[in-house]
């Protein structure tokens, strides 16, 4: 018996996928494994590329979840939630370890690919900009990045538009008999949220009675649990940043590390914080 086929037979696979799926047809594995196109002819690119591409599929999942969450917040099917609030969570603490393989990246090692990358900067990504919209950061002016791509602009402009999964949540608020003002339940979904007394006053009865409001009092606590894990994404993505180009001006125009350092004080669920102090 010819030897390959004695082993085949010994463990079972299939080997032969001329009329079925494989893996790598499954996962499209041509297409991504073809997607980097170094441009430089330094070999640390390759890293830099692969990082980017991998965090971009990432934000995609987070994108998927967060969107679903929004659903399900809405109408009122808590549970699922959860589970994807916690999903996303530990998504993007994979996304604070993967700074860890880029901190590999030394200045003269960057200093050689910078040239090729031109204008191209993480600050356009439309898909991260998706998310911080989802979150409630909201920023129209952030739409005139994406003018060049009609599709994405429009993705982007329905977002901002779009309640944020904050914005459900305090609806919810209101939902379960706890007295949200209506202006706060009317607020234009184009701005980014701001502190209420109301949404503060509500949460507060709520972590005073969880037992009472445990569903509540668990979304509330998931919302944390991202927040906190999205701080640490942006705190290491400083960090990595300021340790491979110091304080030089970003390839996309902004400020480099002073711009995302402004970023670290950027707080998505501000009720969810300040109570803290006041329970």
């Known amino acids: 018996m010819d030897e390959t086929k004695k082993d085949a037979d010994w463990h079972g696979a299939q080997m032969d996928f001329s009329r079925s799926m494989s893996y790598g047809d499954y996962l499209g594995l ?31 999942l987070m994108l998927h979840e967060l969107q679903a969450v929004r659903t399900h917040i809405r109408t009122d099917d808590l549970p699922p939630a959860f589970k994807m609030l916690a999903r996303v969570a530990r998504i993007m603490d994979q996304l604070v370890h993967a700074w860890d393989v880029l901190a590999t990246m030394t200045p003269p090692e960057y200093s050689a690919i910078r040239p090729y990358l031109a204008s191209s900067s993480g600050f356009q ?12 950061n909201k920023n129209a002016a952030m739409l005139a990045v994406h003018q060049t ?36 339940l009317d607020a ?20 005073r009675d969880p037992e009472h409001h445990w569903a509540l009092y668990e979304l509330a606590e998931k919302l944390v649990d991202l927040e906190t894990a999205f701080r640490f994404w942006r705190f290491r993505h400083v960090s990595t940043v300021e340790r491979i180009i110091g304080f030089k ?4 125009g902004t ?24 329970l």
């Open 149 to 184: 791509s009609p599709e994405h602009h429009a993705l982007l402009e329905r977002e901002l538009h779009a309640p944020s999964i904050y914005d459900e949540a305090v609806r919810l608020l209101g939902r379960s008999g706890l007295a949200i003002a209506p202006a706060r």
């Open 30 to 60: 041509d297409k991504i494994l073809s997607a980097q196109a170094p441009l430089s002819p330094n070999h640390n690119e390759m890293l830099f590329i692969i990082q980017h591409q991998t965090s971009e599929l990432w934000i995609k």
């Open 125 to 136: 990504s439309f898909q991260y900009r998706e998310l911080e919209f989802i979150l409630g």
């Open 255 to 278: 400020a480099g590390v002073s711009y995302l350092r402004k970023m670290l004080d950027v707080v998505l669920f501000p009720e969810l914080f300040a109570l803290r102090t006041a």
């Open 188 to 207: 234009d979904p184009t701005r980014p949220t701001v502190q209420d007394d109301s949404v503060m006053a509500a949460w507060l009865e709520v972590y």
């Open 249 to 252: 001006t970003g390839t996309g």
